[in-house]
């Protein structure tokens, strides 16, 4: 079996097919058993032109990938007395013409409206704001509006794959923000990797925004222009592929504990990928109490016995300053009582999930093929999370950004602090009651209404008790 025929059907790989089919007893029959038959799970099933000798029907089918989509498509070319119309793909008719628009907020019917939008009366405006720039913030757009900005070099699961490619999921950033939390985002995508460059062209257009999202930039840049974009502006700069992360697993960790009865300082915790997500998780782990995190990378344990690590890693070893003896990755699972994955596909087993402490908790994040999967795990863990949506604990930046930039942006925070990140991840993990907390339910839903609420409420209170807030009420 190929390792894409391990997927199963979803609605990200469905396609609609409008077939003509003879009107006769039992065609349609033979239609659906075909697509069964491949491994095709049918959505719908409508009507489009009822003939008397033939009938037109639309029907949608979920697939693992394209080349299954083609396989059902070629299985029904087969079928005597049905004819292939038309197949379309549901995810690119989503994306046509882009997931996102400018509306206007306030209506341009009268002359007299549109005096006071434009000229002459937004010249008063424009004075104004020219007298008290910070009154920006109130009058314009950057209130509530934030940048995702991306060179599309680290875009998951796919890789460097350039600004343009990168669009369609800056663009989906963008939807989410307003989706869940009613906040603009505009995608942003930059043609350098340059540092310098990007850095600089962040500051130019910075004026616009209340916050800057930063996205899919590879390690070991990201920590740089993540870090002096925080130096150089006074709006929020947030790196969601590591600090949302962060927040959202130690949401979950946070909920997995109290399942397991045991508490974050007596851990010994193996953190398998450490790049941007991993160093972010890891900092977060042990900002709130973890003493014992030890990082693994393609080599092995991440220790200052190394004499190959880069700049990137020889903070981490600062970070976490780990006594190892193990050399691999199996040796340093024994006893360990938390497996965090942030790597790629099958680099841990069931004999090392045995190796491990009482109750283990393994969160396999690697997207969209986990370090192992959750079918291969349960037998040996307590607590099993992953970043996939079609299993339970999805372990997903959305519960986490949304409400993060609400909260920075409605008491215009200068910063986004650790405290904050700390305070959004109690407050999504306390989105659950603890009498409801199961293995298999430690972190909420994405469609909970209460989180981003929840997160926005406690970062504002976070930043206001820091200082960082500019708005007090």
């Known amino acids: 079996m190929s390792e894409k025929q391990e997927y199963l059907p979803s609605a990200s790989n469905s396609i609609t097919l409008r077939l003509k089919i003879e009107n006769r007893p ?19 099933i409508d009507i489009v032109r009822p003939g008397e000798e033939e009938l037109v029907r639309d029907i949608t089918i979920n697939t693992r990938s394209d080349d299954h989509a083609r396989t059902i498509v070629d299985d029904i070319h087969e079928l005597e007395g049905v004819a292939v119309v038309n197949v379309s793909d549901r995810t690119f008719l989503l994306h046509i013409g882009g997931k996102l628009e400018v509306n206007s907020k306030t209506p341009l019917r009268t ?9 002459p009366g937004v010249a008063r405006v424009s004075e104004a ?18 940048a995702v900005v991306s060179d599309g070099t680290a875009v998951l699961g796919l890789g460097d794959i350039g600004p343009e490619a990168a669009i369609p ?25 340059d540092v310098d460059e990007i850095v600089d062209t962040v500051a130019r257009f910075a004026p616009v925004f209340g916050g800057i999202n930063l996205e899919d930039i590879a390690a070991p ?16 700069v947030f790196h969601d592929d590591q600090h949302g992360t962060a927040v959202v697993a130690v ?22 990928g450490i790049g941007a997500a991993g160093s972010a998780v890891t900092e977060m782990l042990l900002q709130m109490g973890a003493e014992t995190i030890i990082g693994v990378d393609r080599s092995g344990p991440v220790t200052s016995d190394r004499d190959d690590l880069d700049a990137a890693k ?27 994955g942030l790597s790629g596909p099958d680099v841990i087993d069931e004999e090392d999930l045995q190796r491990m402490a009482r109750d283990p908790i393994v969160f396999a994040m690697a997207n969209p093929k986990p370090e192992i999967m959750p079918e291969r795990a349960y037998p040996h863990v307590s607590v099993m999370a992953t970043g996939r949506s079609d299993y339970p604990n999805q372990i997903n930046n959305v519960l986490c950004f949304p409400g993060m930039f609400k909260g920075a942006l409605n008491c215009r925070a200068t910063d986004i602090t650790d405290d904050m990140k700390i305070a959004a991840a109690h407050a999504i993990a306390e ?15 994405v469609f909970d209404q209460e989180v981003v609420q929840r997160v926005s409420s406690a970062v504002s209170e976070t930043a206001k008790e820091q200082g960082v807030a500019r708005r007090r009420t």
């Open 251 to 272: 949401a979950a960790l946070l909920n997995a504990l109290k399942i397991v009865d045991k508490s974050l300082a007596d851990l010994k915790i193996v953190m398998v």
């Open 111 to 119: 002359r007299d409206q549109l005096s006071m939008a434009y000229t």
């Open 169 to 193: 999921v800056m663009e989906g950033k963008g939807q989410l923000l307003k989706e869940f939390a009613d906040v603009n985002g505009v995608p942003l995508c930059l043609d350098t990797t």
């Open 314 to 340: 020889q903070r981490y070893v600062q970070m976490t300053d780990p006594d190892v003896e193990a050399d691999t990755l199996s040796g340093v699972m024994e006893g360990a009582d938390v497996f965090i």
């Open 26 to 44: 039992g065609m349609l029959a033979k239609v659906t058993s075909v697509i069964g038959e491949a491994g095709g799970n049918i959505g719908a």
């Open 129 to 146: 704001l020219h007298e008290a720039p910070e009154d920006a913030h109130r009058l314009t757009m950057k209130s509530n509006t934030v």
């Open 431 to 445: 989105t659950i009651d603890p009498r409801s907390l199961t293995p298999d339910y430690i972190i909420p839903s």
């Open 221 to 236: 840049r990201c920590f740089e222009i993540e870090t002096r974009l925080q130096e150089r502006l006074d709006i929020p």
